[in-house]
């Protein structure tokens, strides 16, 4: 990664010590792999490619490992495989070469390159995590996420920029990192060959508007690398990263600055530990103000560098390892502490798309009985687009679910660039009518819905009886709709936790007090009056309906068609009728809350705008009487005469107290 990195010990060439290759050799274990790169070139230029094939293959492999640490895919990969070419005898080639192909996204061939590196070094935790990386970042593509990320237009260079920070809670200020030209210190990094890294900082004003970043003046920056600003709570004390140079090899350690009057003190170093010759980088302030994070190379990790922190008021200065659930064997980096329980950072140690990778990780609760002291983290990839196969890190949070993180993809030169990330709210509503038996709008109806969550909404319905809530995945509902002069009617459901947008239509449909109303599906055998089984579910409807309006007694009606005398008629639909009511009787409901009554064929049906969408052929308003049917096909007439045998129940009293 470009900006402040931690020096690494590399191989060095076994033969051929000139004066020029000992040069090369000496600035890459110095991590100053821009201008190693620069010799090797010129040297592995140099050499006949028949004659000195052997040393053109071991420079092309010290130059494949300046373009990997350079972040450099391309030319990484191009590098390897001419050392495979000049048959470079190296063990770890074909791992290098992997690590390449995986930041160019070269998944297929990556795993075939990694798992011939496993053929020699069969418990190598690089190749399997690598390989694991490689299976699942073709998923982590197709599925993508919620994630919108755009390239920052104002905060970048053309050099590189990383590590944005807020300063404080009121995001008026964004801190970051940058190499470009405006830098005050002369001097061009031997890393990358840019000019070494300054913090610089941009305004954002009341319309959201940012300002081109400025340099912090004062005494700050320096000569040096400095980098990775992060803030005390207040935004009055600043951490930061700067690489010292002590001959070599580099190291980086952390300082601080205070701030007076808008303008930063000169930095002062933060004693971590007595150690001088581990780094400490990548500062972050929790955001109680109570421990400093920091990733470190120092004894007593998981390997690589690790994520520590450190109590800030305690005088012993309490120093702890994040352990292994967050540390890998690899680099685990850029910690960010949004909450007590919620941590995001970066790692190549776990498995990733190429590079680091972004990573959030979760707090678990411990159970009452667990009696181990270590905290258990679980992590999680970010996924596309927020991570791709170059190196994703460096993330800090703006308002809600969005902010800023650093990564060098798309850049051939390797450079680290801002890029501003957001998560669209989920998008989830519940939507539906409120309507009579009918289908008519019900007129003035509200609707109520109570949430698991606590989540409370009021809201009437519009006058085509239309409504809509906005909700939140993964939550129990109780909906209530009601109106005056109609029974309330009540439902139940649970919203999907799945990541993405929903909407959901819940329908109300009202009984009005004040006119019968249909009991859909009540079925008898012919000529007889006992219930057949598929009437049950719409009587159990019934039962719970009476049970929630406790107070209301009902008239049960039983009509039948024109078939048949009068005096049959009203007999037989007055033993249906008290069919239903033993039925309702039998499931709980009060005997004296149910009147029975039959009305045989005197009481035909009016044709309602519910009964036209079912039957066209029929004007809404028309009375079906027998005179009425008797002139219609015999196909409507049999459609007519079902339509009359029906039965009804209407609220005849509102005041029933047991």
């Not at 070094?121 to 399997?128: C, I, L, R, T």
């Not at 947008?501 to 012919?526: M, W």
């Not at 159990?540 to 068609?561: C, G, Q, R, W």
């Amino acid at each position: 990664m470009v900006g402040v990195m931690l020096a690494s010990v590399a191989l060095s060439l076994s033969s051929c010590k000139g004066p020029k290759l000992k040069e090369a050799d000496e600035a890459y274990d110095r991590g100053e792999y821009f201008d190693a790169a620069t010799i090797y070139r010129k040297l592995y230029n140099r050499y006949n490619r028949k004659e000195d094939a052997w040393i053109r293959g071991e420079l092309a492999f010290q130059l494949g490992m300046c373009h990997l640490k350079l972040n450099q895919g391309s030319r990484a990969t191009a590098a390897f495989q001419n050392a495979i070419r000049y048959e470079y005898e190296d063990t770890t080639l074909m791992l290098r070469l992997a690590q390449a192909q995986q930041r160019e996204g070269q998944y297929a061939a990556a795993i075939s390159s990694y798992q011939q590196y496993l053929e020699i070094a069969p418990n190598s935790w690089e190749a399997k995590v690598g390989i694991r990386g490689c299976q699942l970042a073709p998923k982590w593509k197709e599925e993508g996420s919620r994630y919108i990320v755009k390239l920052d237009k104002v905060l970048n260079s053309r050099r590189a920029d990383y590590c944005p920070m807020f300063l404080d809670k009121n995001m008026e200020y964004v801190y970051l990192t940058s190499t470009n030209e405006k830098s005050t210190g002369e001097l061009r990094s031997e890393i990358s060959g840019t000019k070494k890294g300054d913090i610089f900082f941009s305004k954002i004003d009341d319309k959201g508007n940012m300002s081109r970043p400025e340099v912090v003046d004062g005494g700050l920056n320096t000569e040096h690398d400095e980098g990775a600003a992060a803030f005390s709570p207040d935004g009055s004390t600043m951490y930061l990263a700067r690489a010292v140079r002590q001959d070599w090899p580099t190291t980086v350690e952390i300082y601080t600055s205070t701030r007076s009057e808008a303008k930063w003190s000169a930095p002062q170093k933060f004693e971590i530990t007595a150690d001088t010759l581990s780094n400490y980088t990548d500062p972050f302030v929790s955001p109680d103000g109570n421990w400093l994070y920091f990733a470190s190379d120092m004894p007593g990790g998981q390997g690589g560098i690790d994520i520590w922190r450190i109590n800030l008021k305690d005088k012993h200065g309490t120093l702890e390892n994040l352990g292994p659930h967050i540390n890998t064997k690899g680099n685990d980096r850029f910690p960010n502490v949004r909450t007590d329980s919620v941590l995001y950072f970066a790692s190549d140690g776990h498995p990733g798309m190429g590079g680091l990778d972004l990573f959030m990780a979760t707090l678990q609760p411990r159970d009452e009985d667990d009696k181990v002291s270590m905290d258990r983290w679980v992590v999680e990839n970010m996924g596309v687009p927020m991570n791709s196969c170059a190196d994703d890190f460096g993330i800090t949070f703006g308002k809600g679910e969005s902010g800023y993180f650093s990564s060098n993809r798309g850049d051939a030169r390797g450079y680290d660039h801002i890029f501003r990330f957001v998560k669209p709210d989920l998008q989830i509503w519940i939507s539906g009518y409120v309507v009579d038996k009918d289908d008519e709008p019900v007129p003035n109806a509200v609707i109520r819905i109570v949430g698991d969550d606590g989540s409370n909404q009021k809201t009437a319905a519009k006058p085509d009886g239309s409504f809509r809530f906005d909700l939140q995945r993964g939550v129990k509902y109780v909906m209530l709709a009601g109106a005056d002069g109609y029974l309330n009617a009540r439902q139940e459901f649970e919203s999907d936790a799945a990541e993405e947008d929903a909407e959901y239509n819940v329908d109300f449909i009202l009984a009005a007090t004040f006119k019968a109303q249909v009991v859909e599906n009540i079925f008898y055998d012919f000529d007889k009056a006992v219930l057949r089984d598929e009437s049950k579910l719409a009587l159990d409807s019934m039962v719970m309906l009476l049970k929630d309006h406790p107070n209301i007694v009902i008239e049960m009606a039983a009509h039948t068609d024109r078939i048949g005398s009068d005096k049959y008629n009203n007999g037989l639909s007055q033993r249906r009728a008290q069919s239903v009511v033993d039925y309702l009787v039998e499931n709980g409901i009060p005997r004296e809350r149910l009147k029975p009554a039959g009305y045989g064929k005197t009481r035909p049906k009016t044709v309602t705008k519910r009964i036209h969408s079912q039957y066209p052929q029929f004007e809404e308003g028309v009375t079906l009487t027998e005179e009425f049917i008797k002139k219609l096909s015999k196909e409507d007439r049999e459609a007519a005469d079902q339509i009359n045998r029906r039965t009804e129940f209407q609220v005849i009293d509102t005041t029933y107290e047991y």
